[in-house]
């Protein structure tokens, strides 16, 4: 079936660094992409979202690129804070499935800040 | 505002038994959907409740069932349990309003089931 995957299970910055989490998908008909972070003994926390329509959107100190052609989605986190270290998934959707609450996630990157 | 709150947090039962997993969405969305998380398998969809009916539901066995009451409230049950159940089950509520995405799709915190 679809998937939705990550290029790199793990990834190590330096405290006030930039960030960049990749991830590619294979479905082409997604129409929305989401951004979670989860962080140890938690549920994911939404980041961020971009539609199919879109190829750039900007939040705090978050930045979403989707490029279609390719079939590749990445997050962008400036300054990167020791609170930022957790397992950021990337998901996609498509509201043609019939139900808009079906999230379809990758395998997740392990971001870890050092001091 | 309160989240999505799901009981118990942690769960241990043994193989062949079945259990009950519980999730109280926000104030306000009807729409309930159930994820389960394995360290293999990553996050997978299990099923969508709105409005008291099955929306949606993932490529899982029928051993695996959910239903929602009229305050949104959802419950989730596997039966015959399966050492390969043991995950982290995770539930999500959104408004859940046809036409909309899922932008608004919050997770509970997941209960911990572990199958000995």
């Known amino acids: 079936g679809e998937s939705v995957g990550l290029h790199l299970p793990t990834l190590s910055v330096q405290e006030g660094d930039n960030s960049i989490i990749n991830c590619a998908y294979s479905?082409?008909?997604?129409?929305?992409f989401i951004w979670y972070k989860q962080e140890s003994g938690k549920g994911p926390q939404f980041i961020i979202d971009?539609?199919?329509?879109?190829d750039k959107r900007q939040g705090q100190r978050v930045t979403v690129l989707l490029n279609k052609t390719v079939k590749h989605l990445s997050l962008q986190i400036a300054a990167t804070q020791p609170g930022d270290s957790a397992v950021y998934f990337c998901a996609e959707g498509s509201i043609s499935s019939g139900s808009a609450r079906q999230l379809t996630f990758g395998s997740g990157t392990q971001l870890t800040v050092l001091p | 505002k309160a989240g999505v709150t799901q009981t118990p947090r942690y769960l241990i039962k043994t193989r062949g038994q079945q259990v009950t997993l519980s999730c109280s969405p926000i104030?306000?969305?009807?729409?309930v959907s159930w994820y389960q998380q394995t360290p293999g398998q990553g996050l997978q969809f299990l099923f969508e409740?709105?409005?008291?009916?099955?929306?949606n539901k993932g490529n899982f066995p029928g051993r695996f069932s959910g239903r929602q009451f009229s305050n949104s409230r959802s419950e989730m049950n596997v039966s015959t349990l399966e050492l390969g159940d043991s995950a982290l089950y995770l539930c999500a509520s959104s408004i859940g309003t046809s036409g909309r995405t899922p932008i608004g799709q919050t997770f509970g915190a997941g209960t911990r089931l572990s199958v000995l």
């Open positions: 971009i539609r199919s329509n879109m």
């Open positions: 104030s306000g969305h009807r729409s």
């Open positions: 479905n082409s008909a997604s129409d929305y």
């Open positions: 409740y709105f409005s008291e009916t099955q929306r």
